[in-house]
Every structure is written in structure tokens, then in C-alpha cells.
């Protein structure tokens, strides 16, 4: 009769000599899953407490393999058959009890090289490799593999320092709360929201992340942001560890009061109207705050960049882009004493006139980034930043400038030898040109100031420089001839220069790799195409050796050549690629 405990037995007499030639000794009987039997005693497991030690090892003979297979309940088993409990329960079936879902000790890497871990007996190490290279959707399906992959996955949980998190639009918090709370370390969190954030995310972030130091919060189109200002105020007052915050889609902060001895970054987007703004941090060094662009914002700017300029004495980097920056609010600014400030971004200011320049190049003799897109600034002003920073500024973006021409450009190129990128997009402009916005319907208030300019339509920009690497001059409709000699520049904007012919452009630039030209015209890519893919060619052309009488020159392969190249042109003609031209 067969008995559902126990296992099936071949009705062959164990002693056969055609069963003892297919056992291996050296090699444990495979324990197959329905088996519920000690593996020590061979009494049933339910209701049963094994009297027999753990710890104690024994080497299998030939009787006992054979006592293994014709075992019966009559005769249990010996307790030869403890020595396979130290295999892990995640490969081995022997020894089930509720012990196995009990928590094991923290291991450290030394300890990982020692175990197996998984099917197919994978070392734990290469398991730990694999896992954590995967996002955390995925970490999560892993773990319900098996106890191995499980372990492991939890493991890294427990180890993870950074965690990049997408919370799609179905999601509860419940989800983001059960895979915070799996990471008691985590000090860097990046949660992109594609559905709704309140003050809730925040109390959890806050309970599960004790050591937070970095939080970046970035929402989809989809997504609101319904955090107010005195809720992220009580969140940066309790997290004393965070040093870095991020967040977009702050329309609803109303204001707030920031106080917090630690937090040196701070960005906030899609501000609106705000009534009261206080930072109380000392230690502050980057600020970054971006007001919507809506004309109904009732921010007292002025008010906001003094009380900014004059409790955080250690700001380096400063960035406010917001239509209502006036020179009032630079006045403001340049008041503070800022002797470490680096960096000074004022952006959609178009009350920024020449004199708001000359007041920040007297307050800041230092800059190493100037940024003041959207101004009202003209060639004067170029004249006085070049006076001011020729052995500092690397960084000049003067785009959405439209009293500035291509003298203006042409001087700073010449007179600033450490600049590195410079963006004039937009701002040598044809009035008449109607590709302002690729639907064909410009900004209407930006479009009657380039009107009301008199503008030279056709201008010529002439640049060369040694250090410079990023050149953008998208949009610039009224350039109508470009020549450049940057034996540096990688980065080149194009786009939507459409008065530029092939004709009218020359190139010498053999460190380019990416050309941006939508919306030239079609000759004008190809003559770009040309001179950039063509121009490492002619530098390594192959030498000219004189025939045997010395009649005339021919060019023969390098490898033909019995002078060796050197170093530096093997290094060129190795790794010389070519030159990337983007029309889309």
C-alpha cells in the first residue's frame, strides 16, 4: 500500500548489483519537495520536537545509502542524515520549520563570497551584483523568487544610499511608504510624481527617512503639487541632516520660512505670488527659484532678494528667473555682501538695463557664470563685463537680448579669453522673420520689442578663440555670414538661422562633434556637413615621397612610409570621428 509520507520504494532488493553500481557514495541523496519527515530522526515533522543535536556532522557509507532508499516507518532513519542542514534551507528542503522566515544577521561583503544563494547555486557576491543594477520595480519582483533571492534583496534594501523612484498615477502612498521603509539608511531620494503630492508624502518621507540628505520632487504635467509653504517649512526645520532640496510644481507655497542649519541647495520651480519668503540659513550656498511666468504674480521680489543677499553671507550660486526683476532688485542684491558669490543668474529681467551691469561688476569682481538672458542690455554693457571679468568669466549667456548685435559678440569673443560657453540665442533677430516659436506664432510682447528696434538684418559674426567649446546661436535670423576658428569648440547651435547660406559660412573648428541645424536651409547643411567631416581628412593626408629619379612627387599610404608617425597622430587618426549634424 502506498503511504502519502513516505517515499516510493522500487520493489528491486537494494542488494542488486545493478542499483549498487549506479549509487554514488560521495554524493547526498536529493531530498525531492513533499517529503515531511525529520531529516534528523525520520519521524513526522508535525507535532514533532527533534531530540537529536544539530551541530554534529558524519560521513556517509555504503550502508547508509542504501538505509536511505529502503527506508520504511517502521525503521526511521539514522541520524547520519544531519549532515545536509548545512546546505541553505533556499536549496534544500530538509529541516523546514518556522525557523526559516525568522530574520538572519546582517552580512558583510567578506561573508557574501562563502554562500550560495538562489537556484542553480549562484554565489551570493555575483546575485549581489545582478540585483542591485536593477530598478526597484524589478528588486521587488526579484525577491519573490525564492528565500535566497529574497535575503539578498533585502540586503540591498538595507544597504541602498540612493533611491530613484517613479509613483505613477494610480499609485498610493501606501506604495511609496512600503519601499521607504525597506531602505532605514537611505540618504538620497529622488521621487519623480506622476500623480498628486501633499503634505502626507512629506510626513512620510520624513518618518521613514531619519538620515535623509538629499530630496529632489519632480511632477509630471499630470501632477499637482498641493504642498504649502508651511508644511515644507516644518519639514526643512525637522530634517536636520538635509543638505540638498529639490522641488518642482511650487504653486501653491503661498510662502514660507525656512530655517535650517544644514540645507546648502535649494531649488524651487513654478513659484507664484508669494506673501512672505525667510530663509534662515547660514550655510546655504545655492539657491535656484523659478517664478511661473504669469503677469498676475504678486512676489515682492525686491523685498525677497534683500532678505536673501543679507541672511545667507555664503551664497555662490544664485539663480532667479522671473519676469518681474527689475534694476530695483539687482540694487537690492548688490547691497548684500556676497564676497564668495561665483555664479549670478537673472533671467526673463527685462528691466535689467546697462546700469543693473555696472552694478554688478562692481559689487562682483569675481563671476565665474553671468547669466542674464531676457535682458534689456546692449553692446555697453558687454563692454563693461568684458572690462570687468577677462581673467574670470568662463560661462556668458546673453539669449532673449535684443539690443544686442554681433559687434557686441564679436568683442566679448575677443576680449574674454577664458570663455568656455556662450549663448546669444535670439538675439541678432530679423524683425521680419516670423519663426520665433516652431508653430509660427511668436510671443507677442517679444515680437513688438524686436520690431520696435532697428535692427541690422544683415550682420556678419566672426569669432575666434582658443578655450571655447559651446557656441549656441539659435534663432540668430539676421546673422547672414558666420566664420569661426575654434580649434576647442565640440558644441555648435544652429537652428533656425535661415538667412546663413553655404556659401557665407566657414568652419574651422576640427574638435566638432555635434551640429544643431533645423530649419537651415538645405545647402547650408550639406556645405556644414562637408567642411566638418572633411577638414580631419585634409590634416592627414598621406605623404608625398619622390619617385626613384626624382622626377616628381607621389602620395604613398603611412604604411608605406618609412617615417613613423608620432604619438599625437596616431592618437588623431585613431580616435578622429565624425562630426554629428542634428536637422530634427
Given at each position: 500500500?502506498?503511504?502519502?509520507?513516505?517515499?516510493?520504494?522500487?520493489?528491486?532488493?537494494?542488494?542488486?548489483?545493478?542499483?549498487?553500481?549506479?549509487?554514488?557514495?560521495?554524493?547526498?541523496?536529493?531530498?525531492?519537495?513533499?517529503?515531511?519527515?525529520?531529516?534528523?530522526?525520520?519521524?513526522?515533522?508535525?507535532?514533532?520536537?527533534?531530540?537529536?543535536?544539530?551541530?554534529?556532522?558524519?560521513?556517509?557509507?555504503?550502508?547508509?545509502?542504501?538505509?536511505?532508499?529502503?527506508?520504511?516507518?517502521?525503521?526511521?532513519?539514522?541520524?547520519?542524515?544531519?549532515?545536509?542542514?548545512?546546505?541553505?534551507?533556499?536549496?534544500?528542503?530538509?529541516?523546514?520549520?518556522?525557523?526559516?522566515?525568522s530574520p538572519e544577521p546582517e552580512m558583510d561583503e567578506s561573508e557574501l563570497d562563502l554562500l550560495v544563494s538562489g537556484s542553480g547555486?549562484?554565489?551570493?557576491?555575483?546575485?549581489?551584483?545582478?540585483?542591485?543594477?536593477?530598478?526597484?520595480?524589478?528588486?521587488?519582483?526579484?525577491?519573490?523568487?525564492?528565500?535566497?533571492?529574497?535575503?539578498?534583496?533585502?540586503?540591498?534594501?538595507?544597504?541602498?544610499?540612493?533611491?530613484?523612484?517613479?509613483?505613477?498615477?494610480?499609485?498610493?502612498?501606501?506604495?511609496?511608504?512600503?519601499?521607504?521603509?525597506?531602505?532605514?539608511?537611505?540618504?538620497?531620494?529622488?521621487?519623480?510624481?506622476?500623480?498628486?503630492?501633499?503634505?502626507?508624502?512629506?510626513?512620510?518621507?520624513?518618518?521613514?527617512?531619519?538620515?535623509?540628505?538629499?530630496?529632489?520632487?519632480?511632477?509630471?504635467?499630470?501632477?499637482?503639487?498641493?504642498?504649502?509653504?508651511?508644511?515644507?517649512?516644518?519639514?526643512?526645520?525637522?530634517?536636520?541632516?538635509?543638505?540638498?532640496?529639490?522641488?518642482?510644481?511650487?504653486?501653491?507655497?503661498?510662502?514660507?520660512?525656512?530655517?535650517?542649519?544644514?540645507?546648502?541647495?535649494?531649488?524651487?520651480?513654478?513659484?507664484?505670488?508669494?506673501?512672505?519668503?525667510?530663509?534662515?540659513?547660514?550655510?546655504?550656498?545655492?539657491?535656484?527659484?523659478?517664478?511661473?511666468?504669469?503677469?498676475?504674480?504678486?512676489?515682492?521680489?525686491?523685498?525677497?532678494?534683500?532678505?536673501?543677499?543679507?541672511?545667507?553671507?555664503?551664497?555662490?550660486?544664485?539663480?532667479?528667473?522671473?519676469?518681474?526683476?527689475?534694476?530695483?532688485?539687482?540694487?537690492?542684491?548688490?547691497?548684500?555682501?556676497?564676497?564668495?558669490?561665483?555664479?549670478?543668474?537673472?533671467?526673463?529681467?527685462?528691466?535689467?538695463?546697462?546700469?543693473?551691469?555696472?552694478?554688478?561688476?562692481?559689487?562682483?569682481?569675481?563671476?565665474?557664470?553671468?547669466?542674464?538672458?531676457?535682458?534689456?542690455?546692449?553692446?555697453?554693457?558687454?563692454?563693461?563685463?568684458?572690462?570687468?571679468?577677462?581673467?574670470?568669466?568662463?560661462?556668458?549667456?546673453?539669449?532673449?537680448?535684443?539690443?544686442?548685435?554681433?559687434?557686441?559678440?564679436?568683442?566679448?569673443?575677443?576680449?574674454?579669453?577664458?570663455?568656455?560657453?556662450?549663448?546669444?540665442?535670439?538675439?541678432?533677430?530679423?524683425?521680419?522673420?516670423?519663426?520665433?516659436?516652431?508653430?509660427?506664432?511668436?510671443?507677442?510682447?517679444?515680437?513688438?520689442?524686436?520690431?520696435?528696434?532697428?535692427?541690422?538684418?544683415?550682420?556678419?559674426?566672426?569669432?575666434?578663440?582658443?578655450?571655447?567649446?559651446?557656441?549656441?546661436?539659435?534663432?540668430?535670423?539676421?546673422?547672414?555670414?558666420?566664420?569661426?576658428?575654434?580649434?576647442?569648440?565640440?558644441?555648435?547651435?544652429?537652428?533656425?538661422?535661415?538667412?546663413?547660406?553655404?556659401?557665407?559660412?566657414?568652419?574651422?573648428?576640427?574638435?566638432?562633434?555635434?551640429?544643431?541645424?533645423?530649419?537651415?536651409?538645405?545647402?547650408?547643411?550639406?556645405?556644414?556637413?562637408?567642411?566638418?567631416?572633411?577638414?580631419?581628412?585634409?590634416?592627414?593626408?598621406?605623404?608625398?615621397?619622390?619617385?626613384?629619379?626624382?622626377?616628381?612627387?607621389?602620395?604613398?599610404?603611412?604604411?608605406?612610409?618609412?617615417?613613423?608617425?608620432?604619438?599625437?597622430?596616431?592618437?588623431?587618426?585613431?580616435?578622429?570621428?565624425?562630426?554629428?549634424?542634428?536637422?530634427?
Amino acid at each position: 500500500m502506498y503511504h502519502p509520507n513516505q517515499p516510493h520504494i522500487s520493489p528491486a532488493t537494494p542488494g542488486t548489483s545493478s542499483f549498487s553500481s549506479s549509487v554514488d557514495f560521495n554524493k547526498p541523496v536529493k531530498k525531492q519537495r513533499g517529503n515531511y519527515n525529520c531529516g534528523r530522526c525520520g519521524l513526522p515533522k508535525k507535532g514533532h520536537s527533534c531530540h537529536l543535536p544539530p551541530a554534529a556532522t558524519y560521513t556517509p557509507t555504503s550502508a547508509d545509502s542504501f538505509a536511505s532508499v529502503s527506508t520504511s516507518k517502521s525503521r526511521p532513519l539514522p541520524p547520519s542524515r544531519q549532515q545536509y542542514t548545512h546546505l541553505r534551507r533556499a536549496l534544500s528542503f530538509d529541516d523546514i520549520d518556522i525557523r526559516c522566515d525568522s530574520p538572519e544577521p546582517e552580512m558583510d561583503e567578506s561573508e557574501l563570497d562563502l554562500l550560495v544563494s538562489g537556484s542553480g547555486k549562484l554565489p551570493a557576491s555575483c546575485l549581489w551584483e545582478v540585483l542591485k543594477r536593477l530598478p526597484p520595480a524589478g528588486l521587488l519582483a526579484a525577491a519573490r523568487v525564492c528565500k535566497g533571492w529574497r535575503d539578498t534583496a533585502r540586503r540591498l534594501w538595507r544597504a541602498a544610499e540612493e533611491l530613484r523612484l517613479r509613483v505613477p498615477p494610480r499609485a498610493q502612498l501606501g506604495f511609496v511608504g512600503s519601499v521607504l521603509q525597506k531602505c532605514p539608511g537611505l540618504v538620497r531620494l529622488s521621487l519623480r510624481m506622476e500623480s498628486d503630492v501633499d503634505a502626507t508624502m512629506l510626513a512620510c518621507i520624513a518618518f521613514s527617512c531619519p538620515n535623509l540628505e538629499f530630496m529632489e520632487i519632480s511632477t509630471s504635467d499630470t501632477a499637482v503639487n498641493r504642498i504649502t509653504g508651511d508644511e515644507l517649512s516644518r519639514f526643512v526645520a525637522d530634517k536636520r541632516c538635509l543638505t540638498s532640496l529639490k522641488m518642482e510644481g511650487c504653486f501653491n507655497l503661498g510662502g514660507f520660512v525656512l530655517c535650517s542649519s544644514s540645507l546648502s541647495t535649494l531649488w524651487l520651480s513654478d513659484l507664484h505670488s508669494l506673501s512672505k519668503t525667510v530663509f534662515n540659513c547660514p550655510n546655504l550656498k545655492e539657491v535656484s527659484l523659478d517664478f511661473s511666468p504669469q503677469e498676475n504674480d504678486s512676489t515682492d521680489l525686491v523685498a525677497m532678494v534683500d532678505a536673501l543677499g543679507r541672511s545667507c553671507s555664503r551664497l555662490q550660486n544664485i539663480h532667479i528667473a522671473a519676469v518681474r526683476l527689475s534694476h530695483t532688485a539687482v540694487l537690492a542684491l548688490t547691497g548684500a555682501n556676497l564676497r564668495g558669490l561665483r555664479m549670478l543668474s537673472l533671467v526673463l529681467g527685462s528691466e535689467i538695463t546697462d546700469a543693473s551691469v555696472a552694478a554688478i561688476a562692481s559689487s562682483y569682481p569675481k563671476l565665474e557664470l553671468l547669466d542674464l538672458s531676457g535682458s534689456s542690455i546692449s553692446d555697453s554693457g558687454i563692454g563693461m563685463i568684458c572690462n570687468v571679468f577677462p581673467a574670470t568669466l568662463s560661462r556668458l549667456l546673453l539669449a532673449l537680448c535684443p539690443n544686442i548685435t554681433s559687434s557686441g559678440i564679436q568683442f566679448a569673443t575677443a576680449q574674454l579669453p577664458l570663455l568656455e560657453l556662450m549663448d546669444c540665442g535670439m538675439t541678432i533677430c530679423d524683425p521680419s522673420s516670423q519663426c520665433l516659436n516652431s508653430d509660427g506664432s511668436g510671443d507677442g510682447e517679444l515680437q513688438t520689442t524686436f520690431q520696435n528696434k532697428l535692427h541690422l538684418i544683415c550682420q556678419k559674426l566672426i569669432i575666434k578663440h582658443g578655450r571655447l567649446k559651446k557656441l549656441s546661436l539659435w534663432g540668430c535670423s539676421g546673422l547672414d555670414a558666420l566664420y569661426l576658428n575654434c580649434p576647442e569648440l565640440k558644441d555648435l547651435n544652429l537652428n533656425s538661422c535661415r538667412n546663413l547660406h553655404s556659401e557665407t559660412v566657414l568652419l574651422q573648428c576640427p574638435s566638432l562633434e555635434c551640429v544643431h541645424a533645423s530649419g537651415c536651409q538645405k545647402l547650408l547643411i550639406g556645405a556644414i556637413q562637408r567642411q566638418v567631416n572633411d577638414l580631419g581628412t585634409k590634416e592627414n593626408q598621406c605623404p608625398s615621397k619622390r619617385l626613384a629619379d626624382g622626377s616628381k612627387r607621389v602620395r604613398v599610404p603611412h604604411f608605406l612610409s618609412q617615417q613613423p608617425l608620432d604619438d599625437e597622430n596616431k592618437k588623431q587618426r585613431i580616435g578622429a570621428r565624425p562630426c554629428n549634424v542634428l536637422v530634427d
